[in-house]
């Protein structure tokens, strides 16, 4: 009993001095906003339910046509100490559960309910069944809860018996059935022990320093390694993120983003628990435009090709409606009157906030570089638009805009107590980004090797990625040390500066830059392997056009590009891909799957 206090003092203690960090915070260009210590995600949850706790916490369709429900915080903390109790009961005590499905509330109770007593395997959902055995192999997880669509491939795996798998939870079934057991009825019979006196689960200590989640990353480039995170890493990025923008108990987040990965996991569900907002469940990509409006969320995490797309149509929109002149001028207009206190974008942009649901506040995109000038544009219509850098093994946070400063064209700054820096720094004053800070991960899982290859011994973090840091403490990022293409006498080529100006052309989807390792000569030739929009392409060409009038328009913009790189840096050589790039389970594209370079 003396230890388990002595544990906690210490938890508080260590929590109250990341809290510090916001308070003490040198830079005049963070406005911190209010923090409050949390020791791990068991305690966050009962604080969060004790301070919200009649604040709607979920917002679920439990049938596809049907309407949202809300589930409040305090219902939450009973469902969860009643699912926790009853793994107890099942002897999952300091086991690893793993868990499979789309964003929902079953998802996201087994997560709270796993951290509380042991480790949680967040699987990925596109997975193949030969993948899924392996990872629940490698991460010997003794339980797997998942939806109806996986049930019969763990059936089947518990068949085998060739994992540690003894427990099987489907998220939907109503009733217990062929040695599966109901998630409903699982948090039922929980909650039922709990009535009548089971405290197991909810007096147990957490040991926030363990590995208490692991991750397998997606991979572009091999297998995916096994990031272990304790639930200190996750709670440092918890109290210190919001203090850079602002969060509010009654923001409601619309969840779409597989939660599976930790830029959903920790920046949507858990940030939403810490600040006692709600999350509302998107059905999937295709209803999104359904969900915003019947929602109404006020923020919202994604991708680059997701705005990329919605500020596309927009404009689209507009300039079929002959608008398009009038709109640029009151962009204009109103970036002045901002300055003065007076935004004309109420009146001005109600039909563009609609399209978001009309009580959008602040977009986040994070995951791959987007173009600057739509998230300026995005500001423009009165959101509040933000980019961010981050990576599994960092929790994932690395660097943020923040919201009274934000640089488009940047990843952002560190946040309160962690730090970044840029080594071997080359003649163009690029070189490798590293992190530090409370948020970085144990390790990899059982590889020590590969631990110790990227972080060192003074806990920086190599993160692989290649940029810059202005004077200012401004990151950029200008590609991935691996994909960096060596020129014949000597130079640096970074693809994905290629593949981001090619990917501003109106009718270039996609784009994928590499070098003709076949080509002989005496230069090296880079070549650009193009995906078209063919509906943009319609729009620029017409409906007949040829495979020669569209290699014309593609070399014309190729060519614009080349005009301002020196001749190391120019593409050679252009593609015209008919198909997909072939892609990894997070949408990022593979750069080793040799289909990617094939000339069809």
Not at 500 to 522: C, H, M, N, R
Request: some cysteine.
């Amino acid at each position: 009993m003396a230890e388990n206090i002595e544990k906690r003092r210490r938890a508080m203690e260590w929590a109250e001095e990341i809290v510090s960090y916001v308070d003490n915070d040198p830079r005049s260009i963070v406005k911190c906003r209010e923090s409050r210590p949390i020791t791990d995600v068991k305690n966050l949850l009962e604080s969060s339910a004790e301070l919200y706790g009649d604040n709607v916490c979920y917002m679920q369709k439990w049938t596809p046509k049907g309407e949202y429900e809300s589930i409040t915080y305090s219902e939450v903390l009973r469902d969860v100490n009643g699912y926790g109790t009853w793994f107890i009961s099942k002897g999952m005590d300091g086991r690893r559960i793993a868990v499979i499905g789309p964003n929902c509330y079953q998802w996201c109770s087994t997560y709270l309910a796993a951290c509380g007593i042991g480790c949680i395997v967040p699987l990925d959902k596109e997975l193949s069944p030969e993948e899924l055995k392996n990872q629940i192999q490698r991460s010997e997880a003794s339980a797997v809860v998942f939806d109806k669509k996986h049930r019969d491939v763990f059936l089947q795996m518990m068949k085998d018996g060739d994992t540690q798998l003894e427990l099987l939870v489907d998220m939907d079934a109503p009733e217990d059935a062929q040695g599966v057991y109901s998630w409903k009825k699982a948090v039922e019979a929980g909650k039922k022990l709990v009535d009548e006196g089971h405290r197991e689960y909810i007096d147990h200590e957490v040991d926030n320093e363990a590995m208490s989640i692991l991750i397998f990353t997606s991979g572009t480039t091999g297998k995916p390694k096994g990031v272990m995170l304790s639930q200190k890493n996750v709670c440092a990025e918890l109290m210190i993120a919001p203090t850079t923008f602002e969060l509010r108990a009654d923001d409601v987040y619309l969840s779409f983003l597989p939660l599976h990965h930790t830029y959903e996991c920790t920046c949507c569900f858990l940030m939403a628990i810490y600040k006692g907002s709600a999350v509302a469940f998107c059905q999937g990509l295709k209803y999104i435009t359904k969900n915003l409006k019947e929602v109404r969320p006020t923020m919202m995490l994604g991708v680059p090709a997701l705005y990329e797309k919605l500020y596309h149509s927009i404009w689209k929109n507009v300039r079929k409606q002959g608008k398009e002149k009038l709109l640029t001028r009151v962009i204009k207009i109103n970036r002045v009157t901002k300055k003065i206190g007076i935004d004309l974008g109420d009146k001005f942009f109600g039909e563009i906030r609609d399209i978001f649901g009309g009580r959008m506040k602040t977009l986040i995109c994070g995951g791959a570089k987007i173009d600057p000038d739509i998230l300026d544009g995005l500001r423009d219509f009165g959101f509040n638009a933000l980019q961010g850098y981050g990576l599994t093994e960092a929790a994932p946070m690395g660097a943020f805009n923040p919201q009274d400063a934000p640089n488009s064209r940047s990843i952002g700054v560190p946040f309160p107590g962690q730090q970044i820096k840029v080594i071997n720094e080359n003649e163009e004053g690029i070189g490798e980004i590293c992190i530090k800070g409370p948020n970085l991960m144990i390790g990899y899982y059982k590889d020590p090797e590969e631990t110790a290859k990227v972080i060192d011994e003074e806990g920086w973090f190599h993160t692989g990625d290649l940029g810059y840091i202005d004077s200012d403490g401004y990151a950029y990022l200008t590609g991935r040390a691996k994909n960096v293409i060596i020129t014949k006498n000597g130079k640096n080529v970074y693809p994905e500066e290629l593949e981001y100006q090619l990917g501003l052309i109106p009718f270039v989807s996609e784009s994928f830059v590499f070098e003709d390792t076949k080509a002989s000569g005496k230069d090296t030739t880079i070549v650009a392997s193009i995906r078209t929009d063919e509906e943009e392409l319609r729009e620029v060409l017409g409906d007949n056009y040829s495979e020669e009038a569209v290699m014309k328009l593609l070399w014309s913009e190729v060519d614009r590009i080349n005009s301002d790189a020196p001749a190391y840096r120019m593409i050679k050589k252009v593609i015209h891909r008919k198909t997909d790039f072939v892609h990894n389970t997070s949408s990022k594209l593979i750069r080793f799957a040799e289909e990617n370079k094939i000339e069809e």
